[in-house]
DNA sequence: CATGAATGAGTATTCATTCAT
DNA sequence: GATGAATGAATACTCATTCAT
């Protein structure tokens, strides 16, 4: 096929992404075959290199995406919520890409947009021997407890956040404790579990934390 | 190596496991050859595979030592120690295997008797494929959790702990806390900030859980 | 480039052949692709299929071309010099395609029009395998060789030669000679070495040859 | 099979290289699959890469071995023959790999132990992108060029080669001669015209070299 | 028990070529 | 004529596992 149309490289990209995501999630990433994504996309496997040097750029795009679309999410989200609705389903739904809480439950996590991969376990071992990947994730790591401790701060200034708070340990510790969970879903607890428990222990920490 | 005594078999597995933590916490689980094991031991494949029927178990057997270790420290420490405790630099440097608190900084984490491995990470992928592995590792987790929780439930029978506290969401608050924070440790943040959030985040959340 | 007129057909397989040449001798047949040539030329691939059936084609059209336009040089050359001039710069200059001999040693190889393709390297690989290719080879290089132990047969019958040279195994030799100095090419050899030896070497049989 | 007997690998190495020799001898360096050669040897494909990390390395080492062999027999034969004797079918085989000269005609080149590999031509593409044995060619080749330079350069000091030749140009002259009538070969020449042109041209030299 | 040579199934990747637009 | 997306056959290479000695 031709010169298809303006922008077609950048959308058919876009749906090996999708459909990678898939795998590279269920399966994890040596699991993963290039030539399952390419049949289950319909394609031949030299479609996908035509767009992806190799199966680790292709995982390395799918991550970026993955993060960005995450990212954004939270900070649209922060944009507009006070503390106190870290502890509210709608939080705790976009931290896991969960979108509308009220039906997620019923949905085959793989199925959804973004499911909850546990980018933090998949990456984990590519990391150890890409060392421009590990750069990278390294980077947006810090940026996103950066871009929450500042959060923490703004509303500290504001006199909602008690001044004493040490607003960087405080966001590597719900950061943290967001990444523990997701591990806790890998280990099979149960999802309602997983959000009484974010719940309980938000509430917990937001009532220290919290003037008043 | 001696050959033949008893118990010889248990220490030869015993040798085998130690050297194969260390590739397997610092190479991960794909990138961990079973060939760079056996030269870094000064031995054949074939010798290994005398031991364990295959890469798959060596691995295995190397995360169930590595949870008994654990393990095992943690209840020691949690048996003599009331919840206040958990604030502390010991308890901090037993969950991360991190040995003696105050030369930790200083080495090699892969030199160490139990690197800290974050068993979360490294099995996730073998767990998608691997019943068997996934209901052992489910099995363990969830122990975990419940030893916690009944650990929190008995001080809160002890009037430590408020009564309207829920100790199963605790438990795995802190558990995920613990994970959240092993994975940061690959993301190349600092053991010090680390540990300052650690201590900060159980500071707060102790604060208000426990009795006055 | 116009589109349609007469010769534009002969004229776009010319720059084609041209683009080419470079990629081959610069990066021998196999690591010369498609792509980079279309690239270079700055049009697609399936543009050059337009002109030449496949790759092998291609090729084959470039060493025809490049055959081509070597022996008409050499025609040229023999037809007005005498056997005397085989030591001259200028004759050398023919022989590997180095036109103005004053200002070569400046100029990047492959720059050049016609590049010193040492062809007898760069077709040793196809003619193993493809028979009309070989024979068509085959041909010209015997051609090459009668051309010469011709052109050395009448200046036997012009008295210029000793009439009890052996006309043929001298064009072998001399025709072995810069097939063998265009391989020191290759071996990087410095060219001013290189002239230095052809012009040494031929005075040395010239003085042996020619009658006085 | 177990540690068999010392040396084993040696020879091992050995045999691979000596088979693999036959088929990039006979249909180059691309065309040879390791699975022809591993078939050929009875073994399966990663057995040869116990012993040779990857194509290109055995490509070398087969290179590499007839280098060494071809260079042996070349030192040896100057060692205790003069100058004169370049003519005589004796060198003419040792050149080529002839082997025994009466009977050379009626074997099939590829059989030889060491077919005449024209390794000139066979690595001309490799040569091309890979730096370290472009760099170890080039040396080989120069050293060739040098050994024989230093011969001739020692018959000149004995009387026997008049004194105003320039024995290193000499030394490129035959040198490139006999890589150009190894090109000769493949481009069908008979072998007999090849070895009497061979002779002619060295007579007609050395008759203007050698004193009186 | 130990060795290490051999196996072979498994896969990412390349690239000339085609053809719908 | 030109484009460039898609194809798919072809192959080098890996490495856990086996087993004869």
Redesign the interface.
């Known amino acids: 096929m031709p010169k298809v149309f303006p922008g077609y490289r950048e959308e058919a990209k876009n749906r090996i992404i999708k459909e990678s995501v898939k795998f590279f999630s269920?399966?994890?990433?040596?699991?993963t075959k290039m030539a399952d994504i390419a049949t289950s996309l319909g394609v031949s496997k030299g479609a996908i290199y035509q767009y992806f040097g190799s199966k680790e750029e292709l995982f390395l795009e799918v991550i970026r995406d993955y993060i960005k679309y995450t990212q954004k999410e939270l900070i649209s989200f922060l944009d507009v919520h006070p503390p106190q609705d870290l502890v509210t389903d709608e939080f705790f739904d976009i931290m896991f890409n969960l979108g509308q809480s009220q039906s997620i439950e019923s949905l085959t996590i793989v199925d959804r947009l973004f499911p909850p991969l546990?980018f933090?376990?998949?990456i984990?071992?590519l990391?150890?021997?890409n060392p421009s990947m590990?750069k990278e994730?390294?980077k947006y790591?810090?940026d996103s407890?950066k871009l929450m401790a500042e959060y923490f701060e703004d509303y500290k200034n504001k006199g909602v956040i008690k001044h004493e708070v040490?607003t960087?340990?405080?966001s590597?510790?719900i950061?943290?404790?967001?990444?523990?969970?997701m591990?806790?879903i890998?280990?099979?607890?149960e999802i309602s579990?997983?959000r009484?428990?974010?719940?309980?222990?938000t509430k917990?920490?937001l009532?220290?934390?919290l003037v008043d």
């Open positions: 269920k399966k994890g990433y040596h699991k546990d933090n376990l998949a984990s071992e990391i150890k021997s590990k994730m390294t790591y810090a407890i040490d960087w340990s405080l590597i510790g950061t943290s404790l967001q990444d523990g969970l591990a806790a890998q280990m099979s607890l579990e997983i009484k428990a974010w719940k309980e222990v917990i920490m009532s220290s934390v």
